[in-house]
């Protein structure tokens, strides 16, 4: 099975950008589709971009659309989240998770993104 860590996260001001990471290990990424989701204090969890195992195809929530790209480097077995115009609803703790079939079993400990207005 995949191990995950993610990193990156921090303090930015509304309109900055951040670059999450997840390096995976135990098992490449290319037998995974990866998602990276969010969730914030007092709300559900929230899937907010995913890549399919190829890399070929994308995903995004309607909130992030046109704000956040989601990218693989197979070389480095790492998935990468890649968040500009931050706005405070952004705030959250970001996870990325490797998905088998319809569920995600492979989960990250998270990254805290905080942004300030």
């Known amino acids: 099975q995949v191990q995950l860590v993610e990193s990156g996260g921090g303090l930015v001001q509304a309109g900055g950008s951040l670059r999450l990471s997840c390096a995976a290990s135990?098992?490449?990424?290319?037998?995974?589709?990866m998602a990276w989701f969010r969730q914030a204090p007092g709300k559900e969890r929230e899937r907010v971009s995913g890549?399919?195992?190829?890399?070929?195809?994308?995903w995004y929530a309607d909130s992030v659309k046109g704000r956040f790209t989601i990218s693989t480097d197979n070389a480095q077995n790492k998935v990468y989240l890649q968040m500009n115009s931050l706005k405070p609803e952004d705030t959250a703790i970001y996870y990325c998770?490797?998905?088998?079939?319809?569920?995600?079993?492979?989960w990250g400990q998270g990254t805290q993104v905080t942004v300030s207005s």
């Open positions: 998770a490797a998905r088998v079939g319809a569920s995600y079993p492979f």
């Open positions: 135990g098992r490449t990424l290319k037998d995974y589709a």
């Open positions: 890549i399919s195992r190829s890399g070929g195809s994308s």
